[in-house]
Nanobody, 116 residues
Framework: QVQFVESGGGWVQPGGSLRLSCAASGNIFSSYTLGWYQQSPGKQRELVATITTGGLTRYADSVKGRFSISRVNVKTSISLQMNNLRPEDTGVYYC??????????WGQGTQVTVSS
């Protein structure tokens, strides 16, 4: 069973940057469009960035121009570069298959806190 593992979160002041990483076992990265999800306190998990197997990317309006998703290793990992962070970016970030995530493969996520 695929299990995603996220890392790289932390606390930053508004305007700061973080780089998140996601790894998983198996051949998942070369077979599916992948995505980063944000879950803010009291809100549902939201898909904020996706990348296809061919490298095409899409972003939610809330992060467009500030976040960048990429494949670090075509078979084993992806990343999310987060720049010009805002307090509303605070939340737990997860990676998974985009749009139809694998329900049993969610990792622990990585906490991002943006505050002064």
């Amino acid at each position: 069973q695929v299990q995603f593992v996220e890392s790289g979160g932390g606390w930053v002041q508004p305007g700061g940057s973080l780089r998140l990483s996601c790894a998983a076992s198996g051949n998942i990265f070369s077979s599916y469009t992948l995505g980063w999800y944000q879950q803010s306190p009291g809100k549902q998990r939201e898909l904020v960035a996706t990348i296809t197997t061919g490298g095409l990317t899409r972003y939610a309006d809330s992060v467009k121009g500030r976040f960048s998703i990429s494949r670090v290793n075509v078979k084993t990992s992806i990343s999310l570069q987060m720049n010009n962070l805002r307090p509303e970016d605070t939340g737990v970030y997860y990676c998974n298959v985009a749009l139809n995530p694998m329900a049993d493969s969610w990792g622990q996520g990585t906490q991002v806190t943006v505050s002064s």
